[in-house]
């Protein structure tokens, strides 16, 4: 390697992912999504419960001796899997999803969004690799470490990822860039569990359920689509703004900073954790529900669901078994509601104002759990299926919402960082919201409630919960003057970020380099050095726009498609 090779900023530094002057920005939200959609699967991975809880047993599964250990049970191969024991692995996904964001946020804004992308693209497809591996031997463990905990780090990883990047490129409409974003996530358990229901299909035999099979070939077409949005990522140069938008001036809104915190400050303010509390109640209170969706409106309904005045114990199989498709319907409904909402809420907060869309969510989402005990009581399914899709459109606004708010909090510069910390509240709502709407259903019944009513309490007590969170929202207020850095430390850290990703890159080879460069990078790269602020613009139709969004907008159509399908069994 020559002089003049290794002085050259490496192929995965963020310098190399610098924009060229004509570059669209309208590129970045597709790349986003390509990552977003695959590890959105995580949503859907219940999908796989049923049929691994029966590998051993087939119809009837066989259970694990009572009195055998713990170790012992996660390594038998001669007993089925209990379901309880199985959805450890969805609990890991959010833990370690919240845990690694926050962990890795730092790091991400100075290795920048392509190599953090690719490190998501191995570490999710890579976890499924060893799930695969692990069904094939039946080893519960290995179920957990692939893809609850190597796949949650490549969960944290890829859902940040492209955050940062987003805010900077659509310093115009934040609300709008990364509601795109997060909408994947939403939407990524619509293309996967439908995709996932097929495969399982195809490569099912009289011995096999084809789930190992089917985590190998999701492992494939994931990391394609991954690897692709993650080479898709650039950064915009410093100072760059659109064309044809001037920054309003700080008295135009005084929550909305021009100024940035560091990573390091961000957290021991009191907005950081006014905003935690805020993410951490609006996802609580919504996330219990999607989990209990399908069980709870069986329950509250029974019979009436298809024209008979009775409750659901009084069912027999086949009746069970139609409202059983019919609340399929209703999960599928407030999964479009939470990938819509995602998207609406957050370009609807462009306009209102963050602070502004949170008391909505948290005032309006209050009224409308008040009101569910008694649209259940009156046996009205309709009202009920409506204020749950309201509500849900909410959930989803509200993880679309809150990294720009925090750009509006605490400024651009480490955004992406302060986000993971934040996530951690995801990771503590992941707990807190199905513990409660569980515990308290059990607690009802155990003291004699009907089912019909045993949700009842449980709608007040989120209820109570929104108007916490509602508290919390009113009292953010503007950064106080001491936590901003000054310019002078801001440009410092450029130059120390510089430095360190450089020199982290120094040990990739020339030669793969240069191969990547000449397969994948035909353009000239943009100068490494910081440029002076200059305006861009938005850029016109092309056939590699067209295509970017094709490839990401036919798969989530194709899965928003098979979605409402079974929501129209709600109303047959």
């Not at 590890?39 to 049923?50: E, H, K, P, R, T």
């Not at 994931?222 to 692709?228: E, H, K, L, N």
């Not at 007590?461 to 953010?476: D, F, K, Q, R, T």
Request: hydrophobic content about 50%.
């Amino acid at each position: 390697m020559d002089m003049a090779v290794s002085q050259q900023p490496h192929f995965l530094s963020r310098e190399r992912t610098i924009a060229s002057p004509t570059f669209n920005r309208w590129l970045v939200p597709p790349a986003a999504l390509a990552i977003h959609l695959c590890i959105g699967m995580a949503y859907g991975f219940s999908v796989f419960w049923l049929p691994l809880s029966r590998v051993v047993g087939g119809a009837a599964p066989k259970e694990c001796p009572a009195d055998l250990g713990f170790l012992p049970t996660i390594v038998a191969t001669d007993c089925d899997w209990k379901i309880s024991w199985l959805g450890w692995t969805f609990t890991l996904f959010f833990v370690l999803l919240g845990s690694s964001a926050a962990i890795f946020g730092h790091w991400l804004e100075t290795a920048g969004p392509r190599k953090a992308g690719l490190a998501a693209a191995f570490c999710w497809c890579g976890g499924l690799l060893i799930s695969a591996l692990g069904v094939h031997l039946h080893q519960i463990w290995m179920l957990w470490l692939g893809s609850g905990v190597i796949g949650g780090v490549g969960l944290g990883l890829g859902y940040i990822s492209p955050v940062s990047t987003l805010i900077k490129w659509f310093p115009d409409r934040r609300g709008l860039a990364t509601g795109l974003a997060i909408m994947g996530f939403g939407g990524g358990a619509m293309i996967g569990a439908p995709l996932a229901d097929k495969l399982m299909g195809f490569f099912a035999t009289p011995i096999s359920p084809g789930v190992w099979q089917t985590f190998v070939a999701l492992a494939g077409v994931y990391f394609i689509f991954m690897v692709a949005g993650a080479l898709g990522y650039r950064v915009p140069p410093d100072g760059w703004t659109p064309e044809g938008w001037t920054p309003p001036s700080p008295a135009a809104n005084a929550m909305v900073t021009h100024r940035h915190v560091h990573l390091d400050t961000a957290w021991k303010t009191p907005q950081f954790w006014l905003l935690w509390g805020v993410l951490c109640l609006n996802v609580s209170a919504g996330i219990g529900v999607l989990g209990m969706a399908s069980p709870m409106l069986q329950e509250v309904f029974g019979g009436r669901l298809i024209g008979l005045d009775v409750g659901f114990d009084e069912l027999n199989a086949d009746q069970k078994k139609q409202i059983a498709a019919i609340a399929a319907g209703f999960t599928g409904l407030l999964s479009l509601c939470n990938i819509g909402g995602r998207i609406g809420w957050a370009s609807a907060s462009d306009v209102l104002g963050r602070k502004g869309a949170y008391a909505i969510f948290f005032i309006v989402g209050f009224l409308l759990y008040a009101a569910v005990p008694f649209a259940a009581k009156g046996g009205a399914v309709a009202l009920f299926v409506l204020l749950f899709a309201v509500i849900i459109t909410m959930y989803g606004g509200g993880f679309s919402t809150i990294p720009a708010y925090l750009a509006d909090v605490f400024g651009t510069h480490h955004v992406g960082a302060i986000h993971g910390r934040l996530l951690t509240a995801w990771s503590t709502a992941g707990v807190l919201g199905p513990v409660l709407v569980n515990y308290i259903r059990e607690f009802q019944l155990a003291t004699g409630a009907p089912r019909g009513a045993a949700y009842n309490q449980t709608m007040y007590v989120l209820a109570g919960l929104l108007l916490v969170g509602l508290a919390c929202n009113l009292l953010v207020r503007p950064v106080a003057e001491k936590y901003y850095m000054t310019d002078e430390e801001v440009a410092a850290e450029k130059k120390i970020t510089v430095a360190q990703v450089r020199e982290q890159d120094d040990d990739i080879h020339a030669d793969f380099e240069d191969f990547v460069e000449e397969a994948l990078e035909p353009e000239a790269i943009a100068a490494a050095a910081p440029t002076s602020p200059q305006k861009g613009a938005a850029g016109g139709f092309s056939a590699l726009l067209i295509f970017a969004w094709a490839a990401v907008g036919i798969p989530l159509a194709w899965g928003v498609s098979m979605t409402a399908i079974k929501a129209l069994a709600l109303f047959r």
